[in-house]
């Protein structure tokens, strides 16, 4: 799922000397050899232990309505222990059919002073309680292998084992003035304000400074440092019939002085509010079907929903999962000029930052470009340290939030063809389609929000995806018609088969995908596409309908009703 | 949308300050009116919500549908500074500033309105009634707010009115007793207090009195939180009740824990609570009784495990306060339960022991004839002693009254929100609420009394000779009861211990923090560990054999979450969503409770020794 949230990482990095990073992980790994060395004689004895050790400085203004939300600096470190009860073949973090293994919370807060003492005590006793639960839950593990079903990914081990890596970067810092964007969000929230459609509108600045350090029992040691800036957007309105309509935008940057200049942030909320307007007056679209074209960014969000998560590893091997592509190695999946690869270590795109960089993944693995989807054909997928039987290794991509246990997930899934058009010509060709298929209009998508993914078996292999921004392109060339409630049904295999054409511009959506291990920082970079068809349904519209009375501010009643 | 979820670290707080109230005139059954406000005052606050609710009382109505004939409009406006430490290091040092609005509108009338109704479906708003708000208590952003929330409430009291009026009519019976008890517009607009936490430096208080524990290598893992809190809360409703009060409460919080030899988890706390950050002890003071917890969690860990005992069980005057916290709490409450066509709903009140054993019990004996109970929120201190639990107004907007719920063992009265119940229908002002979630009829500040009570050593004979009597070489003394919201390390302690005791709360399980084998040959202590209480209700209190004239004073924050409040998990809160309140009481003693010894598997040991503190 492709949506907006807290916080996010990017590698930033550039040589400094060794510092207070070196002393904490030099604690760290006085604790890891102490308890390598007891439980791994330990009863069940524990094969791996890693301790990450996050330290976080997070500025946050937040603004509505043209006042002042909250505004904090939060300053946190995060340390999380795993320790795997059994062997890489078998442990405790096995997944069962039957039941979930109890779940412990990888982690607990710990000394922002660089108090030795209190970090080892800290890491001892957090030690102590995840060891208790994994060994508890190799004993749910092995009791219940007799009876479980056996899938052919279910034989692959549960852990892999991975070179270890040494890294000690520069630790990074951030100095936040609050006060210049508690201004700023005042008054982009006030420009909403102005329109009677924006019933409520909230803007975000967060700043994020976070150096993590980790130490692993295969001798995996690491201390780097990312930072990020975004500045983030939202609206919500209501059509006259109930229907709920959100707009957002987003600013992402990591140095200081690329922050968006004021005009273009005002310039971006115009464009919020006229879009909103316009979709609060715009029809209802009728269930069809026939040829769409989404635009660059809606692409790239289509791709991270519908071929993204499935292509994540740990999918393959869960019994629950969908498992669309596990089966489909080597064979084609999507029309042979589309090539997809998912690449963390790539920092921008054509002079955009791409959000889904970094350089070692949450395992301390090192990122590598994952070429997924090559002129077609499905080549491999996204690894984390769950092995499938035919992918031992991970590729970097194992990923979380602080607090949730790292899966494979997407970094930046960059989307690239050898059929390409300008996106003019695009545009022909979709008339040109919408003619051939007898059609009246095709449909152009603009704007996509990143909807819930259903990879789950109990579920249709359907996907859901937003829509947010729709026009009607008629054939007979009258001018283009917002609509709205535009729902995509279809199954994600046939809609990726039908994609047509590309254009020849790449463009980059950078946002946070939530999934099973929280919300990570993502990008996704496509061209726009032209499908040949696409089904749409009319979206359930909300029974809670606008509100009775006019806004305050734009009541004709109530002369000077704003002070 | 994170805006409109009230925050959990949201504290509510009754604390009271001397004010005097002006009742407006009493006049409740006139045509609801405009909220006034004392001329010249200037509250942006005050003034957005006047005129948004005068505007929503004139005008907001569906075409068919009954106008609100109630409005209110409820805001905190909330600075925290939270500082956590342990062992010196410093954890976290927060400060936070924040405001919350919450939107009651209700169709209908006093007999029969849209409240008091739990239903699986209902109303589904795009923004809900209630919500963080802006922060610079300016007019524009407020009204803004306010209109789409009173817009929210009164939709979600439409639906829930029909939902309810189809519920009712399929009973056989409709309930007879009112939805909203009358009570006369109060206007009362304090000066507003604002935070000061300069006069003492934090974050080294904490690190200072933390660094104590660092002399007992044995304490597994600790924490030692800092709360200082000031709250301005406005309440306004279309009855023309119009409150701005502010109030501040300050708490030093710490959280020990260790493990016996045998792998028996334990743990301590200590607390500490004034009115404002200035009342805190000093960190020296602090440190010393944080040292003391240490030594006691040290004992408590070379300690006797206690057998499975029946008998004479003598609670201190601390424990026998935190024992009242958690029987009384359900019973006080004189308002009836809401309607419900959830199963679920019933079900859980009911696993949290949160039934009346009082309703319709009035005039009847509960209590020795000796025993006297009064909740007072209008008294500020006892002997000289702060009372935390008193207010001028309750959160309705209701003067806090004096009541005698148990007059010389007789079941007088009981406490009352506006929401009227079977024996009584009036408020006596006891509807309080934390983090502006629904007011319920909570205690305040509860003084348990005897007339004829005991000298500490006729007590301890009177304990002693029952032992005898009763044929035991030893008997129990509990010095102080747990409350595993102060004494959990870790968040999830506390989930797991509310998770053990969720079955037996309802059935009377108590646990015991420290507790002693007395002896009746000589009178000598001995800590044991492991007890849990069986079936100590309030009806084991109808005929206690005895109790002391000593009188503590025991503050606690009544936890407000998961509908705890109200119930006996209501005693296992702290300053964090907590709702301060105090009871007094003396140490008791009862004939025959049941405790029940460790009979569990201990936990596993650590293999790995604890790295030195030092």
């Known amino acids: 799922m492709l949506g907006a949230a807290w916080a996010a990482l990017a590698a930033n990095r550039s040589p400094l000397p060794s510092g207070p990073g070196e002393t904490i992980l030099s604690a760290m790994q006085t604790e890891l050899d102490r308890s390598m060395t007891a439980l791994s004689k330990g009863d069940p004895p524990v094969y791996f232990i890693s301790y990450t050790l996050a330290d976080r400085q997070y500025s946050s203004v937040s603004g509505s309505n043209g006042a002042l939300l909250s505004s904090s600096d939060d300053r946190g470190r995060w340390l999380e222990v795993q320790t795997r009860a059994g062997s890489n073949e078998l442990d405790n973090t096995h997944k069962l059919a039957d039941r979930q293994p109890s779940w412990t919370s990888p982690g607990t807060s710990t000394a922002l002073d660089d108090d030795i003492p209190t970090l080892r005590r ?27 079903v056996q899938t052919a990914e279910g034989a692959a081990p549960d852990f892999s084992s991975e070179a270890p890596r040494t890294y000690v970067g520069p630790r990074v810092d951030i100095h936040v003035d609050r006060k210049p964007w508690e201004e700023r969000v ?32 295969e001798g995996t040691k690491l201390g780097f440092g990312q930072v990020h800036y975004r500045l983030e957007l939202y609206v919500q309105s209501k059509a006259p019939d109930g229907m709920d309509i959100n707009r957002f935008a987003n600013f992402d940057w990591l140095d200081p002085k690329d922050a968006p200049e004021d005009k273009v942030v005002l310039a971006r909320v115009q464009t919020m509010i006229q879009e909103t307007e316009g979709l609060d007056k715009a029809p209802l679209i009728d269930p069809y079907a026939g040829p769409a074209l989404l635009t660059g960014r809606a692409s790239a969000v289509f791709f991270h929903e519908v071929f993204g998560h499935r292509a994540e590893g740990f999918r393959q091997k869960d019994i629950n999962e969908g498992q669309t592509f596990t089966s489909k190695v080597g064979e084609q999946i999507l029309p042979d000029f589309l090539s997809i690869k998912d690449d963390p270590t790539q920092a921008a795109l054509g002079g955009q930052m791409l959000l889904g960089n970094y350089a070692y993944d949450d395992e301390g693995v090192a990122a590598e470009s994952v070429a997924l989807v090559d002129h077609g054909v499905l080549k491999t ?9 035919s992918i031992p290794h991970s590729n970097g991509h194992g990923r979380r939030q602080l607090g949730y246990v790292p899966v494979a997930r997407q970094g930046n899934l960059i989307v690239s063809s050898s059929k390409t058009m300008t996106n003019a010509q695009l545009r022909q060709k979709l008339i040109e389609l919408t003619k051939e298929q007898g059609k009246a209009f095709g449909l152009l998508i603009d704007d996509i929000a990143g909807g819930f993914t259903f990879t789950g078996r109990g579920n249709p292999q359907a996907f859901q995806v937003l829509p947010l921004v729709v026009y009607k392109v008629f054939a007979d060339g009258r001018p283009d018609e917002l609509v709205r409630g535009v729902d995509i049904v279809g199954t994600p295999l046939v809609s990726l088969t039908k994609i047509v054409a590309t254009g020849d511009t790449p463009d980059v959506f950078n946002g946070y995908c939530g999934a099973e291990s929280g919300s990570v920082p993502v990008s996704a970079v496509a061209p726009a596409i032209l499908i040949s068809e696409m089904e749409v349904q009319k979206k359930e519209t909300s029974t809670d309908r606008p509100p009775i009375l006019p806004p305050p501010g734009h009541d004709p009643e109530t002369k000077g009703a704003a002070q | 949308v994170k805006k409109f979820a009230v925050g959990s670290a949201l504290l509510a707080l009754c604390l009271s300050f001397a004010m005097p109230l002006r009742a407006a005139q009493p006049n409740p059954k006139a045509a609801p009116q405009a909220a006034p406000i004392p001329a010249g005052e200037n509250d942006k606050t005050l003034l957005a919500m006047r005129d948004e609710l005068e505007r929503s009382r004139t005008r907001l109505q569906l075409p068919g549908v009954d106008k609100p004939f109630y409005i209110e409009y409820r805001l905190l406006d909330v600075d925290v500074r939270s500082v956590t430490a ?3 290091a410093l954890l976290a040092s927060d400060t936070a500033r924040s405001r919350f609005m919450s939107v009651d509108v209700r169709v209908g009338d006093d007999h029969l309105d849209s409240s008091n109704f739990v239903s699986e479906d209902g109303f589904r708003g795009f923004l809900g009634s209630t919500g963080q708000v802006g922060i610079d208590r300016d007019y524009n952003s407020l009204r803004q707010d306010l209109w789409l929330a009173t817009d929210q409430a009164y939709k979600a009291a439409v639906t829930q009115m029909s939902l309810k009026q189809a519920f009712l009519r399929s009973l056989t019976k409709a309930p007879e007793i009112d939805d909203f008890s009358q009570t006369p517009p109060i206007i009362k607009v304090d000066p507003r207090i604002e935070p000061d936490w300069t006069s003492r430096n934090w974050d080294n208080e904490a690190r200072g009195a933390s660094a104590v524990l660092k002399n007992f290598e044995k304490i597994d893992g600790t924490r030692v939180n800092y709360y200082l809190i000031y709250v301005t809360s406005y309440l306004m409703t279309s009855e023309g009740t119009t409150i701005r009060t502010s109030r501040s409460v300050a708490a030093v919080e710490a959280a020990l824990d260790t493990h016996a030899e045998d792998g028996m988890a334990l743990h301590n706390y200590y607390a500490a609570y004034g009115a404002k950050p200035a009342d805190l002890p000093d960190a020296a003071t602090v440190g010393k009784s944080l040292a003391q917890a240490g030594t006691q969690l040290m004992e408590l860990r070379s300690s006797p495990l206690v057998p499975d005992f029946t008998g004479p069980v003598l609670f201190d005057a601390p424990a026998a306060a935190s024992v009242l916290a958690q029987v009384l709490p359900p019973s006080l409450s004189g308002a009836r339960p809401p309607l419900s066509m959830a199963p679920a709903f019933d079900q859980m009140m009911e696993r949290m022991g949160a039934n009346s054993e009082w309703t319709g019990r009035v005039g009847a004996r509960v209590f020795p004839t000796s025993i ?54 009036p408020s006596n002002g006891h509807g309080r609420a934390g983090d502006l979630s629904d007011t319920k009829p909570l205690s305040s500040n509860l003084l348990f009394q005897s007339s004829d009570p005991l000298k500490p050593d006729e007590l301890k004979k009177k304990f002693l000779d029952a032992c005898r009597d009763d044929g035991h070489p030893w008997c129990l003394e509990v010095k102080e009861m747990d409350n595993p919201a102060l004494s ?39 800590l044991v560990r492991g007890g849990i209480i069986q079936g100590l209700t309030l009806r084991s209190l109808r005929n206690i054999p005895a109790v002391g004239g000593d009188a503590s004073v025991f503050t606690y924050m009544q936890n407000s979450a998961g509908g705890f409040a109200g119930t006996a998990l209501g005693a296992f809160g702290s300053t964090q969503g907590g709702i301060p309140s105090t009871v007094i009481a003396p140490s008791m003693l009862f004939d025959e409770v049941e405790v029940r010894g460790f009979h569990g598997e201990p936990r596993r040991l650590p293999l790995v020794p604890a790295p030195p503190l030092k």
């Open chain 1, 122 to 148: 800290e890491i001892w006793r957090e030690t102590d309680r995840q060891y208790r639960a994994s060994a508890e839950a190799l004993i749910k593990v092995k009791t219940s292998q007799q009876v479980q």
């Open chain 1, 186 to 217: 005042r008054r982009y929230t006030a420009a909403f304000s102005k329109s009677p459609a924006v019933l409520n509108s909230i803007a975000t600045f967060s700043a994020l400074g976070m150096n993590q350090y980790q130490v692993t029992s």
């Open chain 1, 381 to 389: 997928f996204l690894m984390g340290r769950s092995p499938l039987v």
């Open chain 2, 86 to 88: 342990s062992f010196g």
């Open chain 2, 372 to 425: 006297t109970l009064v909740d007072d929120p209008s008294s500020k201190d006892f002997q000289g002693r702060p009372l935390l639990g008193s207010y001028d107004v309750d959160d309705e907007g209701v003067r806090g009254e004096r009541v005698t719920v148990v007059d010389h063992g007789i079941l007088k009265d009981l406490l009352m929100s506006r929401r009227p119940g079977p024996d009584f229908e």
């Open chain 2, 488 to 526: 959990s390390v870790e968040q999830e302690d506390f989930s797991d211990f509310i998770g053990g005791v969720a079955g037996g709360i309802a059935g009377g399980m108590r646990v015991p923090l420290l507790t002693y084998r007395v002896y009746v040959a000589d009178g000598r202590e001995e």
